[in-house]
Each structure stands twice: as C-alpha cells, then as structure tokens.
C-alpha cells in the first residue's frame, strides 16, 4: 500500500529555532507538492516540484521558508527562523504530471502538526 | 483566475439523513472537477472526481454531478453515517497543471 510519509507528525518548538520537516513521496511519483492548513486560511500550496525541480514556490515567505528535494525519494521544508504565526499543520502530497490532464489526483501524507512557541 | 466556493460548514445532520454540500466554481478553462476528504488527523484523500460536463463522480455512496452551465459540483449522499463526519474540499485542475484550487472546505458532523 503505497503512501506518502512525513515526519515528524508532530513538533513544538520555541520562537527563532529551526524547524525540519520530511515527506517522502509515493516511489515513482514526480511532482511533489507542500501545503500549509490553518482555521483561518484554510488549505495554501507553498511550493511544488516536478523532477525534483522547484516549479513554483510563491506561496511561501521567502525570507524564513525554504523547501528542497535533494533526492526523488525525499523533500524537505526548513524554517529559520520559525514564528508564533508559523503553527499550522504541513502536509506534503504526492502525484504524476498526468499525461491526461483531467487525472490529476494528489496523494496526500498525514502531516506535520507544528507548534511555535 | 480560477476559484473555488463551498457553502461554510459545520453542516450537522442526523444518520441517514440526506446530505448536499454545494460548490461553485471559476475558472478561465474547461476544469476537472474534484472533491477530497479529510479525516480526523489525516490527509486530504480523493472521494471523487469528474472530468467533463454532465460526468457524474461517485464513490462510497457519494455522487456529485459537472455541471457547466451553473458552475457547479455539488456534492450529496442519500444516507449519511457517523463515521461520514470530516471535512470535505471542492477542488479544480486546469487542464496542463499540476495544481489543484482548494475550496475552504465545509466540515461535516453526524450524530447518531
């Protein structure tokens, strides 16, 4: 049963430490995608990739966020420094540049539940 | 550019009560059309999708109908469950994109 993973599921951490964050993708999957959920602004994409190449990374705050793939089996998402207002819930998910386009399915991790203190 | 509008939750209902969530949308092409659930603690996972006009999606006793015309995909079930209780997200793809435009999302609960 293929699944995206990520660690850790959770993370409390005080104000100006650095955060790391995992997401290994489903194997063979090429666009790897980093969502960020909070209650008042719902679901964000921050960044995705496809081939491990950045594709677009304006969702995120450039000055404290970034986001790497060093391999097709692992992607990363660092903050530095993190920020009260960072607490939410990371997900990463997985997918195939569709060769049909209309199939365009995410597959989602469980997440990453962050908490700054 | 494209958007996606769900009615504000929470919806609650009784078991076996009959469920619409309703969804609209804007988008500069012809989308594909897709609801995903979240659970409790979980990612979002796919319900269902939809590919072009007057498709119907279905899945675990969820249907939802593209309708082009009124920009609509909504979402229904005729008997819900407790364990139907989560959060339900509208979304869309343009054709050529990877990216998929998230609705905020309408929680559903399910009392006994």
């Known amino acids: 049963d293929a699944r995206v993973t990520q660690t850790p599921r959770d993370k409390v951490t005080e104000m100006g430490q650095e955060v790391t964050m995992r997401c290994q993708p489903i194997l063979g999957h090429n666009t790897v995608f980093w969502y960020r959920q909070t209650m008042m602004q719902g679901l964000e994409l921050l960044a995705y990739f496809r081939n491990r190449a950045p594709l677009d990374d304006s969702g995120m705050p450039k000055d404290r966020f970034s986001a790497e793939m060093p391999d097709a089996t692992l992607a990363t998402l660092k903050i530095q420094p993190s920020e009260p207002r960072d607490s939410a819930v990371y997900f990463c998910a997985s997918g195939l540049a569709p060769r049909i386009p209309a199939y365009n399915e995410q597959f989602f991790g469980p997440g990453t539940r962050l908490t700054v203190l | 550019g494209d958007s996606v509008t769900q009615m504000e939750g929470p919806v609650t209902l009784s078991e076996e009560a009959f469920l619409t969530i309703n969804c609209t949308y804007t988008?500069?092409?012809?989308?594909?059309l897709f609801w995903y659930v979240q659970y409790p603690g979980e990612g979002l996972q796919l319900l269902l999708k939809a590919t072009k006009a007057d498709d119907k999606g279905s899945n675990k006793g969820f249907e939802a109908t593209y309708r082009k015309e009124t920009t609509s995909f909504h979402l229904e079930k005729g008997s819900v469950q407790v364990s139907d209780s989560a959060v339900y997200f509208c979304a869309l793809s343009e054709a050529g994109y990877s990216t998929l435009t998230f609705g905020k999302g309408t929680m559903l609960l399910v009392s006994p």
């Open positions: 988008a500069t092409g012809y989308p594909s």
